[in-house]
């Protein structure tokens, strides 16, 4: 699956063109590498996303092409949130 579909199923981010946008400031990381919106997931591939003052990654425990709003969360598990700051 697209790393964009991805977070807009997951709920991530809330529009797969924000989660382009994201991608294209290389503030998405998969496995360590700046990862673009085509990039292909896999299940058990961690996720690095840059949100202004946070850093969250997570790890991509299933691949679903729809899922119900509170079945989002089953898509991924939180590896860890970290505040960045910046010296």
């Known amino acids: 699956m697209?790393?964009?579909k991805f977070l807009k199923v997951s709920r991530l981010i809330r529009r797969r063109t924000l989660a382009k946008q994201v991608?294209?400031?290389g503030r998405i990381h998969v496995n360590g590498n700046v990862?673009?919106?085509g990039t292909r997931l896999a299940v058990g591939d961690e996720v690095s996303i840059q949100f202004g003052q946070t850093?969250?990654?997570?790890?991509?425990?299933d691949l679903k092409?729809?899922?119900?709003?509170e079945n989002a969360e089953q898509l991924y598990h939180v590896i860890k949130e970290e505040k960045i700051t910046r010296e």
């Open 65 to 69: 092409e729809h899922v119900r709003k």
């Open 23 to 25: 991608a294209d400031q």
């Open 35 to 37: 990862a673009k919106a």
């Open 55 to 61: 850093l969250l990654t997570v790890e991509v425990v």
């Open 2 to 4: 697209r790393l964009d």
